[in-house]
């Protein structure tokens, strides 16, 4: 609720018509069983760095390395993007797969979109988000930021975040709260975000209270995604609300085809990565669904391209590709 009413000063006419276009164009696909398009993205993700500090597990970067040819995004690829915008589009994740804060110049960026009227939001593991880098970031007009913080303890937040350290982590909080305290600054708004795994699980409860005594104004659970159904088996929460796979009568973690109905990400949202490569959807991590270059085309022929329909049709017909196969949606 606290981030929609931080939504609101960024919905024009423009951009309320576009989330009812968006709205019917979902209702005709479905009744149809063909896509139907007359919306833009309401949203679009702007992979800034392609890299991080970290080493969790299950991480693309991690365990696949993905297949950029930038570490960072260039200006020119940046400035590509921001200028071919459909004007439907209001909400800006500035990061896709990498760490946004070892991007060099993500402040200038966040100023850059702000100019444009855009809701902007990072996801950041918060272990660069010194006294610095927080007066810079709310300097820059930020709206919303994303900390993974998964735990409440050191042993268990280093479980996963390899590479983190979670003393470190909870003072940067502490420094972002007191800055935006000491700058009379509603934003960002601050996130905490627990990944629940079976063994965190048991913090929730106090993960709420403490995030909440810290001052952060939204706290998110969310379950992970992962690669194997043996990692699945392994790590997965024991609570059926973060289970994204289910167990057989054997104990074996299946992944379940969960493609029916329709992909509303295929009608929301558009992300472009740090190479100017559109993939299909966030869990395209590997960029293995190239929908167009932005170096070629603009964001508005990509959108309604070919590739992009087909995959639409295709997810639409039940022939949906095997990515869509270990996806929540
Ligand atoms: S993986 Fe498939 S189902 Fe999941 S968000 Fe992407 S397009 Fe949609």
Redesign the pocket.
């Known amino acids: 609720m606290k981030e929609f009413f931080q939504i609101i000063p960024y919905l024009t006419c423009r951009r309320i018509l576009n989330l009812f276009a968006y709205s019917l164009s979902i209702i005709l696909s479905k009744v149809f069983r063909r896509p139907v398009l007359m919306n833009h993205p309401y949203g679009i993700s702007i992979e800034s760095a392609a890299t991080c500090n970290f080493s969790c597990a299950e991480c693309p970067l991690t365990e696949r390395k993905t297949r950029r040819t930038n570490t960072f995004m260039s200006c020119d690829t940046f400035q590509q993007t921001l200028s071919t915008l459909m004007p439907g589009t209001f909400y800006l994740n500035l990061y896709f797969q990498g760490e946004p804060l070892l991007d060099p110049k993500i402040d200038e960026r966040i100023t850059v979109a702000k100019k444009k009227k855009l809701f902007v939001s990072i996801s950041t593991n918060g272990s660069l988000l010194n006294k610095k880098m927080a007066t810079k970031l709310i300097d820059s007009g930020l709206d919303k930021i994303i900390i993974s913080i998964d735990a409440t303890t050191a042993k268990t937040y280093e479980q996963y975040r390899i590479g983190g350290d979670f003393d470190l982590l909870m003072e940067n909080l502490d420094t972002l709260v007191q800055l935006k305290k000491k700058k009379k600054s509603k934003k960002p708004l601050i996130e905490a975000q627990m990944l629940v795994f079976a063994f965190n699980e048991e913090e929730i409860p106090a993960f709420k209270t403490i995030m909440k005594e810290k001052g952060a104004n939204i706290i998110r659970y969310k379950s992970p995604q992962f690669y194997s159904a043996k990692n699945a088996g392994k790590d997965m929460s024991n609570i059926a609300k973060f289970q994204r796979y289910k167990k057989d009568s054997d104990g074996n973690v299946i992944i379940e085809n969960k ?1 029916q109905g329709i ?1 509303k ?2 009608w929301h949202t558009i992300l472009v990565s740090s190479d100017g490569v559109v993939p ?5 991590k590997d960029v293995k669904h190239p929908m167009g270059d932005i170096s070629k085309q603009t964001l508005g022929e990509i959108w309604k391209g070919k590739s992009y329909m087909q995959f639409r049709q295709n ?1 639409l017909k039940g022939k ?2 095997n ?2 196969l270990n ?1 929540a ?1």
Do not use: G, P, Q, V
């Not at 299909?280 to 395209?284: A, E, K, P, S, V």
């Open positions: 493609t992909c990400r295929l299909i959807c966030c869990y395209d997810y949906s590709a990515i869509c996806c949606k």
